[in-house]
């Protein structure tokens, strides 16, 4: 168990690129969350996957923002046309199971983007 | 909509006193988290609280939950300052976890 993995740790990008992200949760993990923390701000809820599937979306991501979980396995949260308002720490978290009564969140290290 | 609401949100506190955080949340839910979080760091979960009346303890730090009352507590006894970090309730709406603004506690020496 080497716990969740995040990468890169650190995006600088100029406003208007394109950024991806990759999220490898812990093995047996099916369960994949992506959040988004500003300063001062606790995580923000962006999008869920129970497995491959992606159930739940917030309404708060725009259309410039995508994610997938191929094969149930790695997530990746791509934004497209990157804005100044982007730049935040991105954070995935895994969680074993379908609901079970402890539902611990594993949160990864994180990816800090930076909008110049 | 779930919101979910801390206080205080900055704590500054002597090493060796009590505190207690607060935590309030808008809609019925049956699980309460708390996670701390130390400076560019990620989250790290301390309870995951079940039930109403429960309670949990680990170190210096107790957790308790009143599920009627939409409220849980996070009880501080004799901080010290490796305590000092940023603290976050969250709460659970089918898969949907919201989470506290945080309460950022600062134990000094």
């Known amino acids: 168990d080497t716990g969740v993995s995040q990468d890169p740790r650190h995006k600088i990008t100029k406003r208007g690129q394109n950024v991806t992200f990759r999220c490898d949760p812990i093995s047996e993990h099916n369960r994949l969350y992506w ?9 923000e809820f962006l999008t869920y996957f129970q497995n491959e599937a992606q159930l739940e979306k917030s309404r708060l991501l725009s259309d410039r923002f995508s994610a997938e979980r191929p094969k149930g396995s790695f ?3 791509e934004i497209q046309r990157t ?28 990816t800090r983007l930076t909008v110049l | 909509e779930l919101k979910v609401e801390q206080n205080p949100l900055f704590l500054s506190m002597q090493e060796g006193k009590n505190y207690t955080i607060y935590c309030n949340y808008s ?13 560019g760091k990620s989250l790290e979960s301390l ?12 170190g210096r730090l107790m957790a308790s939950l009143d599920t009627k009352a939409r409220l849980s507590t996070l009880h501080i006894t004799a901080a010290v300052h490796d ?17 506290g603004t945080g309460t950022r506690l600062k134990v000094l020496a």
Not at chain 1, 35 to 43: K, N, V, W
Not at chain 1, 95 to 102: A, D, R
Not at chain 2, 27 to 39: A, I, M
């Open chain 2, 83 to 99: 305590l000092s970090a940023t603290y976050f309730c969250a709460v659970s709406s089918t898969y949907k976890y919201i989470f």
């Open chain 1, 83 to 110: 804005e100044q308002g982007d730049s935040a720490m991105y954070l995935c978290a895994s969680i074993k199971g379908t609901g079970g009564s402890t539902d611990t969140q594993y949160f990864g290290p994180g």
């Open chain 1, 75 to 77: 997530s990746t949260l």
């Open chain 1, 35 to 43: 959040y988004r923390q500003t300063l001062g701000q606790g995580p």
């Open chain 2, 47 to 58: 309870f995951v609280l079940l039930s109403n009346g429960a309670v949990k303890q680990e």
């Open chain 2, 27 to 39: 809609t019925t839910s049956d699980r309460l988290y708390w996670y701390r979080q130390d400076p």
